[in-house]
């Protein structure tokens, strides 16, 4: 009686090229899922180390296929063209999963039939395994929808797991793309409907190490970055709204390509992309140069990195402005208030803060408000009440901020309350407001709360791309904000 070979219902698949070190911890890493139904398919994508005597105790384990060197979005597609799983997980020989990774993703996709892809967070580790944080990318694109992969492009594929049937509908990944081919596979997926949904919790270990291709390779990174992008964008049959948000897009990700040049140590090479952005920008040079430590910052703590580095880019920014050191200054004396006053403040270290406050260049009381309000009105996720209250009241009582002036904390608050109510976060909204209403009664504030109309009135009669530059319109102008 022949017996009928049963498909895995979870197929793992690992490429690997040269990980030798690394590839047995990502190996027991799936075996210790103590998942029943799942198969290992290692794709060596030529290795010329001693992969294969490595693999050898493992042969009756997993399926081993060779291949000469292609990449390894090839690599990936040979492993998935080979599997008989219902669902597809593609982990890097240099990672390793956390436990119940399997059983929780896949339980989603089994009780949600219409999910094509179930994502979760990551955890950072350096090259020996010590946990640098964990990554929780959902605060940042609460939806994986199109509009998200575009601009954050969340992408960790072993942090994911795949419906097989949806990886056939796109076509795999595109192996012309030597790198960012994970990036192009969700933008086509998104655009092709599917739909994905959060596992809020870290499932995978990203290791960071120098011979990681990321860092390797960083200069391809940021060619293939911008060619997937310049692929997906022309395509034909793009929804009107994102077609609508092509600058958007390509400002966003162009920052992101200096910034991954700053953070592989390639910072000068950074200045290229930065003078692209600058064309792209929808703001004013000064603005525009503290959109770029906004974002450095935020992409940098992600990536278990400290902030204060980004100091080094300096130079570089300054470069890619071709502003003149008399021009330059201002500026500079701005994104030294932020990294040692603003980022303090948000993380809530209020002593340090307010201590670096007493220390800095001052500005006016209008340059203090149009400082924090750009970064409210750029921030995706709103900036907490107790930031705004704890500044304002140490600028008060340090005197920065005269008394017939402290009404201007109101427009901080009424701000904050937009963005609070496009998040939906409806208990900081009111509480919001409610700070607004106490400080900006009087007649002195009320050209404030007439700009604030204004604005949220042409927020929802405009495109979205001109919602930041709508709303930066009603900054008060000065000399330390403009260019």
């Not at 993703?105 to 094509?116: D, I, K, M």
């Not at 950072?124 to 939806?143: N, S």
């Not at 003078?275 to 910052?297: G, I, N, Q």
Request: glycine share 4%; charged share 20%; hydrophobic share 40%.
């Amino acid at each position: 009686m022949t017996h009928q070979h049963k498909p895995a219902l979870v197929s793992v698949v690992v490429p690997t090229y040269n990980n030798a070190a690394y590839i047995q911890q990502a190996l027991q890493s799936i075996f210790d899922q103590n998942y029943p139904h799942c198969e290992i398919i290692v794709v060596d994508d030529g290795s010329t180390d001693d992969t294969q005597t490595v693999l050898q105790p493992y042969a009756s384990r997993l399926r081993l296929i060779q291949q000469p060197n292609a990449g390894s979005a090839a690599a990936r597609n040979t492993g998935i063209q080979q599997a008989h799983g219902k669902y597809i997980i593609l982990l890097d020989a240099d990672d390793w999963l956390l436990p119940g990774k399997i059983h929780k993703q896949v339980a989603l996709l089994e009780a949600n039939p219409s999910l094509g892809a179930v994502h979760s967070g990551w955890r950072l580790v350096e090259e020996d395994g010590t946990p640098i944080k964990d990554v929780e990318p959902w605060r940042d694109a609460p939806q994986l929808d199109l509009a998200s992969w575009l601009k954050w492009k969340p992408v960790k594929m072993g942090a994911m797991i795949y419906r097989r049937d949806w990886l056939e509908q796109v076509g795999y990944l595109d192996p012309t793309l030597r790198q960012s081919h994970d990036v192009d596979l969700m933008l086509r997926l998104a655009l092709a409907g599917c739909q994905m949904a959060w596992l809020k919790e870290p499932t995978l270990c990203y290791r960071h190490h120098l011979a990681s291709t990321m860092r390797k390779g960083a200069a391809d990174q940021a060619y293939y970055a911008l060619l997937a992008l310049d692929k997906f964008l022309a395509q034909p049959n793009l929804p009107p709204a994102i077609r609508r948000r092509e600058q958007n897009t390509r400002y966003f990700s162009t920052m992101w390509v200096s910034w991954h040049l700053f953070r592989t140590g390639f910072a000068s090479d950074a200045v290229l992309y930065l003078e692209k952005t600058k064309k792209l920008s929808p703001y004013d040079v000064s603005r525009t140069v503290m959109d770029w430590l906004r974002h450095y910052a935020r992409w940098s703590v992600n990536d278990g990195r400290d902030p204060t580095e980004i100091r080094q880019m300096w130079p570089y920014f300054q470069q890619a402005t071709a502003l003149a050191d008399a021009a330059w200054l201002p500026i500079q004396q701005q994104l030294d208030w932020w990294l040692d006053v603003w980022w303090p403040y948000l993380q809530g270290d209020n002593e340090q803060a307010a201590t670096q406050l007493n220390r800095h260049v001052r500005f006016s009381a209008a340059e203090y408000v149009a400082l924090v309000q750009f970064y409210l009105i750029v921030t995706p996720t709103p900036v907490s009440l107790a930031a705004i209250q704890q500044f304002w009241q140490d600028a008060t009582q340090q005197g920065l901020i005269p008394h017939a002036e402290r009404h201007g904390v109101a427009t901080l608050y009424l701000t904050l309350f937009g963005q609070a109510l496009l998040a939906r976060r409806w208990p900081m909204a009111l509480a919001a407001l409610w700070q607004a209403a106490r400080h900006g009664y009087r007649p002195v504030a009320w050209p404030a709360w007439g700009r604030f109309l204004r604005a949220g009135l042409t927020y929802f009669s405009n495109h979205p791309w001109q919602t930041d530059k709508v709303l930066l319109d009603q900054l008060p102008k000065n000399h330390a904000t403009s260019s």
